[in-house]
Every structure is written in structure tokens, then in C-alpha cells.
């Protein structure tokens, strides 16, 4: 499998969560100072406190997907480890974050940090996890699936978009998705979702399988590897 990243991008973004978590360290440590200390400026002690707050959640964001090793790029390309060499990855180097091209067709893939349990109840997907420490993770430090639907719906009218600079739209595959969990710690009930959902464990055995049904011509991944590199 051929991997293209983005490194530049992915260097200056885990130096903006860096940068971003000891500011927020240094603006809460103002506010608390000024609540002890200075009583009478309490608005601008909760001003400082709300900065700081906002601040250590950018910081998290940052470090979570850029800053902090294996990174979710990183872990994708573990759980692909082994593919054929007739597959291209891309990270932060194409319209969308994570794309992988090759016989098993075009695929969004969208990783998520989630611990517990992941369940689709027919219209979204829920993480259950239990436990204080649990639960302090899923509001501080795990990314909100909101709609993953959407959000790879989006993603791929904004690939298709650029694709159809490049090559006639007609030649342009089905862009598909799947939701990967990359976690150790997590168990995936969702397999009534609309967009396949799995553990990273078993992307690898989903994109063999998958590889043996798809339609896609080495002409076609060609294409679309020389419209992504134009």
C-alpha cells in the first residue's frame, strides 16, 4: 500500500495543540489567581476561566488527532497493514482527511477514538461507557460522532467536487465510507447502520472482502490517483 501524507500540515497542527493546551494552562491559572486574589474582578476572573476552557478543548482536539502518537492516520495505517501494493492512502493530502483508492473502490474513512460501546439504534449512533473515568473521556477527551451520515455525505460531495475538475464525471466511481473505531477498549453493535461501522481490527478483512464484489477497474483506481496527484 502506497501512504501520502500530508506531514507539513499534520507538524504544524500538532504545534497549534501544543501551543493551544499551555495557553489554556496559563489563562485558567490567571483566572484562578484573580478569583482568590482579586474577589472584585469576578467577571473578569470568569472571562479568563472561560477562555482557559475553550482553549484546553482546541488543545485536546489537536493533540488527540495531530500531536499525540499513533495518531489516527497512523493507526489507520496499521489496520491496513498488508494490503496490496495496488492501493493508494491518503492523509491530509486530498479534498478529505483519510481516503483510501484502490480495488476495493474509493473510500472515506473516518476514525473515531470512542471507548465503550458503539451502537446504531436505527436513527444515530450512541457510545455507552460506563464508569466516572469513562464518562470524563467521553465529554473531555473523545470526539462527538454527531451524524458520521452526514459528515461522509459531506465529505464526499466535497471529493466528487474536485474529482470532477479533473476527469469526466460519468468515469468518476461510487465514493463510499465506513466509520473505524480505533480503540482497543471498544465493542461495535451497528450492523443495521447505513455506513458500515467497525472496530479497526476488521477494516483490513472488510476492504479484502469487499475488494472481491466491487466493479472497479485498475483504469478507473488509475484515474482517480492521477486526478488526486493533479
Known amino acids: 500500500m502506497k501512504i501520502i501524507k500530508n506531514e507539513k500540515l499534520i507538524s504544524r497542527n500538532a504545534k497549534i495543540g501544543q501551543i493551544t493546551s499551555l495557553s489554556s494552562l496559563l489563562v ?3 483566572g484562578m489567581y484573580i478569583s482568590f486574589q482579586k474577589p472584585e474582578y469576578f467577571t473578569i476572573s470568569m472571562g479568563a476561566l472561560l477562555i482557559g476552557f475553550i482553549l ?46 484502490g480495488p476495493a473502490g474509493v473510500w472515506l474513512l473516518l476514525p473515531y477514538h470512542q471507548h465503550g460501546t458503539i451502537i446504531y439504534d436505527g436513527k444515530k449512533w450512541k457510545s455507552k461507557s460506563g464508569g466516572f473515568t469513562q464518562s470524563y473521556m467521553r465529554i473531555f477527551g473523545q470526539e462527538n460522532m454527531s451524524r458520521p451520515d452526514l459528515d461522509a455525505a459531506a465529505l464526499a460531495e466535497k ?4 474529482l470532477k475538475k479533473e476527469m469526466p464525471e460519468e468515469q468518476i466511481p461510487p465514493i463510499q465510507a465506513a466509520l473505524v473505531f480505533t480503540s482497543k477498549r471498544v465493542e461495535v453493535e451497528a450492523d443495521n447502520a447505513p455506513v458500515p461501522t467497525m472496530p479497526l481490527k476488521k477494516l483490513k478483512p472488510f476492504i479484502r472482502k469487499t475488494a472481491k464484489e466491487a466493479s472497479i477497474s485498475k ?12
Request: no cysteine; net charge neutral.
Open 28 to 30: 485558567l491559572g490567571v
Open 56 to 101: 484546553s478543548q482546541v488543545g485536546i482536539y489537536f493533540g488527540n488527532r495531530w500531536g499525540r502518537s499513533p495518531r489516527p492516520d497512523e493507526l489507520l495505517d496499521q489496520g491496513l497493514k498488508g494490503v496490496s501494493g495496488e492501493y493508494t492512502i491518503y492523509h491530509y493530502a486530498s479534498p478529505v482527511p483519510n481516503l483510501l483508492v
Open 159 to 162: 471529493l466528487t467536487k474536485t
Open 219 to 230: 483504469k478507473e483506481i488509475q484515474a482517480v490517483n492521477d486526478a488526486l496527484s493533479a
